[in-house]
C-alpha cells in the first residue's frame, strides 16, 4: 500500500516545499507592501486548501491562496469585483506581467512564470476579526459563508498531531479513490473537504488509522451502513446544538461555523452514488484481503484504485 501511495498517490515532500516556498514569497512581498501601505485593500494572504494541510495529491491542480480584502473597499456589484482584485494584484505585484493574472469566469488565477504553477485566489471578505474570520462568497449563489483559514489549518493540524502521519494519508488515499470513480461516472461527487471532516469525525471516535486496508475498509463500512444518516459535526469552536435542523441529504458541518453545511450542495442521487461507491470499494477491499494469491489480490484493489494499482 505504501509504494503505491508513494509511487501515484502522495505529491513528493520536496515538490511541496517549492510550491509553498513560492506561495509565501508572494505572502512575503504583499506583507512587505502593507508596510508601506497600511490602508491597502489587501489585508493578508495565506496558503489554503490540500497543499496546506498536507492532503495534496501527486498529481496537484491548482493552488489554492486566501486572499484577505477590507470589507468596506470590495464593490459591491460582485459583477465587477474580479476585475477590481485583479488591478489590486497588480497594484500590490508590479512586476506581474499582464498574462500572470487571469480572470476567469468565477475565479482569478495568478502564474508564476519560472514553474507554471498555478495559484487560484480565494477572495476573503474580511471585517478585521482576530481569527482572520471572514466572508467566503459562493460562486454558485453569490451567497456569503463565514470562514477562518487559520482556524481550519489548526483544527487539521490537530488531528494530525494525534494520528502522525495516517490521517492525512487515508485522506490523500479516499481522495484518490474519489479521482478514480469520476473517472467512472463524471458525476460522482465527494469534495476533499467532506472526506477531511469524515476521516476526522471518525478519528476522533476511536477509528485506528495506522492500517490503512483495514481503516479503508472500516470507513466505507460507515458509509455503507449510516447512509448518512448521521449529521457529522465538532465542538471545538462552538455547541453542536447550534446546528439547525436541516433536511439536506447530507449534513457535514463547517467545524468553524455552524450555520454552514458543507454538503448541501448535494442531492440524494449524489448521495446515494458515494454510498454505492463505498460498497463497493468496502467488497472489494475485504476480497482483497482473503484472497489467496497476489493476482487476486491485486484484482481487487484495482477495483478500489483503479488499474494503476501496484502493491
Same mark, same amino acid.
Not at 202 to 227: C, H, S, W
Given at each position: 500500500?505504501?509504494?503505491?501511495?508513494?509511487?501515484?498517490?502522495?505529491?513528493? =515532500?520536496?515538490?511541496?516545499?517549492?510550491?509553498?516556498?513560492?506561495?509565501?514569497?508572494?505572502?512575503?512581498?504583499?506583507?512587505?507592501?502593507?508596510?508601506?501601505?497600511?490602508?491597502?485593500?489587501?489585508?493578508?494572504?495565506?496558503?489554503?486548501? $490540500?497543499?496546506? &494541510?498536507?492532503?495534496?495529491?501527486? $498529481?496537484?491542480?491548482?493552488?489554492?491562496?486566501?486572499?484577505?480584502?477590507?470589507?468596506?473597499?470590495?464593490?459591491?456589484?460582485?459583477?465587477?469585483?474580479?476585475?477590481?482584485?485583479?488591478?489590486? %494584484?497588480?497594484?500590490?505585484?508590479?512586476?506581474?506581467?499582464?498574462?500572470?493574472?487571469?480572470?476567469?469566469?468565477?475565479?482569478?488565477?495568478?502564474?508564476?512564470?519560472?514553474?507554471?504553477?498555478?495559484?487560484?485566489?480565494?477572495?476573503?471578505? #474580511?471585517?478585521?476579526?482576530?481569527?482572520?474570520?471572514? #466572508?467566503?462568497?459562493?460562486?454558485?449563489?453569490?451567497?456569503?459563508?463565514?470562514?477562518?483559514?487559520?482556524?481550519?489549518?489548526?483544527?487539521?493540524? =490537530?488531528?494530525?498531531?494525534?494520528?502522525?502521519?495516517?490521517?492525512? !494519508?487515508?485522506?490523500?488515499?479516499? &481522495?484518490?479513490?474519489?479521482?478514480? !470513480?469520476?473517472?467512472?461516472?463524471?458525476?460522482?461527487?465527494?469534495? $476533499?473537504?467532506?472526506?477531511?471532516? %469524515?476521516?476526522?469525525?471518525?478519528?476522533?471516535?476511536?477509528?485506528?488509522?495506522?492500517? #490503512?486496508?483495514?481503516?479503508?475498509?472500516?470507513?466505507?463500512?460507515?458509509?455503507?451502513?449510516? /447512509?448518512?444518516?448521521?449529521?457529522?459535526?465538532? &465542538?471545538?469552536? #462552538?455547541?453542536?446544538?447550534?446546528?439547525?435542523?436541516? $433536511?439536506?441529504? @447530507?449534513? @457535514?458541518?463547517?467545524?468553524?461555523?455552524?450555520?454552514?453545511?458543507?454538503?448541501? !450542495?448535494?442531492?440524494?442521487?449524489?448521495?446515494?452514488?458515494?454510498?454505492?461507491? /463505498?460498497?463497493?470499494?468496502?467488497?472489494?477491499?475485504?476480497?482483497?484481503?482473503?484472497?489467496?494469491? &497476489?493476482?487476486?489480490?491485486?484484482?481487487?484493489?484495482?477495483?478500489?484504485?483503479?488499474?494503476?494499482?501496484?502493491?
Amino acid at each position: 500500500m505504501m509504494h503505491f501511495a508513494d509511487d501515484k498517490v502522495n505529491l513528493k =515532500r520536496e515538490d511541496a516545499k517549492e510550491y509553498r516556498e513560492q506561495v509565501n514569497r508572494l505572502r512575503d512581498r504583499l506583507e512587505q507592501y502593507l508596510k508601506e501601505h497600511p490602508d491597502f485593500s489587501l489585508r493578508k494572504m495565506l496558503l489554503s486548501g $490540500s497543499l496546506a &494541510k498536507g492532503t495534496a495529491l501527486k $498529481s496537484i491542480g491548482d493552488i489554492d491562496v486566501a486572499v484577505y480584502i477590507s470589507i468596506v473597499d470590495a464593490p459591491a456589484d460582485m459583477g465587477k469585483f474580479l476585475s477590481w482584485l485583479a488591478a489590486r %494584484l497588480r497594484e500590490a505585484f508590479p512586476n506581474f506581467k499582464p498574462e500572470q493574472v487571469v480572470e476567469n469566469p468565477s475565479t482569478l488565477t495568478v502564474s508564476f512564470t519560472g514553474t507554471g504553477l498555478r495559484v487560484d485566489v480565494v477572495p476573503i471578505l #474580511y471585517e478585521g476579526d482576530p481569527d482572520w474570520k471572514g #466572508y467566503l462568497v459562493s460562486k454558485h449563489t453569490g451567497e456569503r459563508v463565514l470562514t477562518s483559514i487559520p482556524m481550519h489549518l489548526e483544527f487539521i493540524r =490537530r488531528r494530525k498531531t494525534a494520528n502522525e502521519n495516517h490521517l492525512a !494519508q487515508i485522506v490523500r488515499l479516499l &481522495k484518490y479513490w474519489t479521482r478514480y !470513480q469520476k473517472t467512472q461516472n463524471p458525476d460522482f461527487r465527494f469534495k $476533499s473537504f467532506m472526506i477531511e471532516l %469524515l476521516v476526522a469525525y471518525l478519528a476522533d471516535r476511536g477509528l485506528k488509522l495506522d492500517d #490503512y486496508p483495514e481503516a479503508l475498509a472500516e470507513i466505507f463500512a460507515y458509509i455503507a451502513t449510516d /447512509a448518512f444518516r448521521s449529521e457529522i459535526v465538532f &465542538k471545538d469552536h #462552538y455547541n453542536p446544538a447550534l446546528c439547525a435542523e436541516c $433536511s439536506d441529504p @447530507i449534513r @457535514i458541518w463547517d467545524p468553524v461555523n455552524h450555520k454552514n453545511n458543507t454538503a448541501r !450542495q448535494y442531492t440524494s442521487a449524489q448521495k446515494d452514488a458515494i454510498i454505492d461507491a /463505498a460498497l463497493e470499494a468496502g467488497d472489494a477491499i475485504d476480497t482483497a484481503l482473503r484472497a489467496p494469491t &497476489k493476482a487476486d489480490t491485486l484484482r481487487h484493489w484495482r477495483r478500489v484504485f483503479g488499474p494503476t494499482f501496484d502493491a
